[in-house]
């Protein structure tokens, strides 16, 4: 249908079995490319793929950067990458150095990485234990699984709680986009409460309500962000009572992407709760985006399934040696973070003084912003995403690329000229805004 439908001609033609060959033939010779003016076509829907992915929009990313149809944008010289919370500074050059000495001197690339990752879940539990402030044998490597990302392991504990009919996930939105994504791409059933609009703190009561209605499945894991994602917020007091609260046979999942900027940990929890499991990641104050390391921290027995349900060889040895080499060196890596915090703290302090802006306060590496009350005042609904829009858009032609999501902007803590630069060009956006 793809082949007939890119020659233009009407798709249901009754046209003859060889015309049709022929014509398949000649179009796949062609070579397809959209006009600049079409949106790209959706990709052909082939009879034995689901029919429930067609539907599902897939994690973009660098939505920001890599789409450069838009006539608008007059390719700024310099991009500042502030839409997906990397630390804005690479590995030291001297640590770049020692990767690339143990790469000629240790690594053979013929042979699989080890399938066990004993030494970095060794590292890693020492780094746990230290960092949550526990006694240093507390959380051993049988507490530990590591994942290609901690995406990876965001799908082995759907694999591993709610695939074939077993689970729906609950989700409280806004949050990070890929629990629900995963879950679906895995045919399993989302479920989403809101956050308050004021604080972004999960509506319990509706969370709650959610958990004794879900029947078809039943929910078996609430994930939790901790600071949220995009919204930058902790898990208050109440938030994190009802989580221990919930029963055994509903799996807690509290993803801490951003501990190293929050020093808040849920941790300790692991010990008293086997349904109970944190996220860290190697992707954020660590410097190792490029490299594709998280873990769980989880009981055992969580940990062992985890186990079972990832691919053999999930890390790439260099990945597995970077991410030993960084927790080697981790004082000189997590240096950084008091700049960013103090970055963050000035770019929020300007960033307040907009009255056109609402901006939350952060215990992450990034800030989150939509357009104030007083800026919509009078406008019609769609004003605030058709206005986030317009800066979105405006930023991005000036090189700042930045996150539009959940209903408002997430811009990246970048270095400090990164951010004198998102400050000027915010500012140029709001002045050049159309009315809403
Ligand atoms: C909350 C949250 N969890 C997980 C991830 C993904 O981390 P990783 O790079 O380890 O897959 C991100 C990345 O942006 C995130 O924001």
Same mark, same amino acid.
């Given at each position: 249908m793809r082949y007939i439908a890119s020659l233009h001609l009407p798709p249901l033609l009754? %046209? +003859?079995?060889?015309?049709?060959?022929? *014509?398949?033939? #000649?179009?796949?010779? /062609?070579?397809?490319?959209?006009?600049?003016? %079409? +949106?790209?076509?959706?990709?052909?829907? *082939?009879?034995? #793929?689901?029919?429930? /992915?067609?539907?599902?929009?897939?994690?973009?990313?660098h939505p920001g950067g890599s789409d450069d149809s838009d006539a608008n944008v007059t390719s700024p010289q310099t991009i500042d990458p502030l839409d997906t919370n990397e630390s804005p500074f690479d590995l030291p050059i001297a640590l770049k150095e020692k990767l690339a000495d143990s790469y000629l001197s240790n690594l053979a690339s013929n042979r699989y990485p080890d399938g066990e990752h004993l030494r970095l879940k060794q590292a890693i539990a020492d780094y746990v234990n230290e960092s949550a402030k526990l006694p240093v044998d507390a959380l051993t490597t049988a507490n530990i699984s590591i994942g290609n990302g901690s995406d990876e392991l965001i799908r082995s504990l759907l694999i591993a709680t709610c695939v074939g009919g077993a689970g729906s996930?609950?989700?409280?939105?806004?949050?990070?986009?890929?629990?629900?994504?995963?879950?679906?791409?895995?045919?399993?059933?989302v479920v989403s409460v809101n956050r308050s609009e004021q604080t972004f703190e999960v509506d319990l009561a509706a969370a709650q309500m959610a958990i004794e209605q879900t029947h078809q499945p039943p929910i078996r894991i609430v994930f939790m962000v901790h600071p949220n994602s995009p919204t930058g917020n902790?898990?208050?007091?109440?938030?994190?009572?009802?989580?221990?609260?919930?029963?055994?046979?509903?799996l807690v999942v509290v993803d801490e992407a951003y501990f190293e900027f929050s020093q808040r940990t849920t941790v300790e929890e692991v010990r008293q709760h086997p349904n109970w499991v944190v996220l860290h990641t190697f992707s954020k104050a660590f410097r190792l985006a490029a490299h594709r390391v998280g873990y769980a921290i989880a009981h055992p027995t969580l940990i062992g399934t985890l186990e079972k349900t990832r691919l053999p060889y999930n890390l790439p040895s260099f990945s597995q040696t970077a991410a030993l080499l960084a927790l080697r060196h981790r004082q000189e890596l997590l240096e950084t973070i008091p700049l960013l915090l103090k970055e963050r703290s000035t770019l929020l302090h300007a960033l307040r003084e907009e009255p056109t802006l609402q901006v939350w306060p952060s215990k992450a590496n990034f800030i989150y912003l939509r357009l104030s009350q007083k800026a919509l005042d009078g406008t019609a609904p769609q004003a605030q995403e058709r206005g986030l829009n317009q800066l979105f858009q405006t930023?991005?032609?000036?090189?700042?690329?930045?996150?539009?999501?959940?209903?408002?902007?997430?811009?990246?803590?970048?270095?400090?000229?990164?951010?004198?630069?998102?400050?000027?060009?915010?500012?140029q956006a709001i002045k050049t805004l159309h009315p809403l």
């Open positions: 009754p %046209l +003859p079995p060889y015309l049709l060959y022929l *014509l398949y033939l #000649l179009s796949s010779r /062609l070579p397809i490319s959209p006009s600049p003016h %079409l +949106p790209h076509p959706s990709p052909p829907m *082939l009879p034995f #793929l689901r029919p429930d /992915l067609a539907q599902l929009t897939a994690y973009t990313p996930i609950l989700t409280a939105n806004p949050t990070f986009s890929m629990y629900a994504i995963l879950a679906r791409t895995l045919g399993v059933p902790a898990l208050t007091e109440a938030e994190l009572t009802w989580l221990r609260g919930l029963p055994e046979d509903i930023l991005k032609s000036k090189g700042t690329l930045i996150r539009q999501t959940g209903g408002g902007l997430r811009i990246t803590i970048g270095t400090p000229e990164e951010n004198q630069r998102t400050l000027t060009h915010l500012k």
